[in-house]
């Protein structure tokens, strides 16, 4: 599991890039990254990118939505970009596809 995060040029967007799979033992890092960057009050847009992420259980879905609470709370934008099959098949599935803004890429997200 590696996690980075990068501001971007504008200074208003924060782009956590996620590689490896989200499951019970990393999902614990993702949520304490997400929620670290939000809660910095820099970025007015977090960007997480999931293109290097092949699954995703029920405990990355929820660190994810957490994440995505903490955004609405604070008037922040939470993108989730690059989601390869499975990681959409559990968001399809669990009908959350509909709850969080979802780009096919980092630059169309970024573009947005």
């Known amino acids: 599991m590696e996690i980075s995060v990068q501001t971007e ?3 208003q967007t924060a782009v956590i890039t996620v590689k490896g799979d989200i499951d019970l033992y990393s999902s614990p890092q993702v949520r304490q990254t997400i929620l670290d960057t939000l809660n910095e009050k820099h970025a007015k847009r ?3 990118n999931l293109a290097a992420v092949r699954y995703v259980d029920s405990s990355g879905v929820a660190s994810l939505v957490e994440g ?4 609405r709370k604070s008037q922040v934008r939470f993108v989730l970009c690059g989601l390869n099959k499975a990681p959409m098949q559990v968001l399809e599935l669990t009908r959350l596809v509909k709850v969080f803004e979802i780009h096919d890429t980092l630059e169309t ?4």
Request: charged content about 15%.
């Open 9 to 11: 040029a504008d200074k």
């Open 46 to 48: 977090v960007i997480v």
């Open 68 to 71: 995505l609470q903490l955004s």
């Open 109 to 112: 997200a970024l573009a947005a």
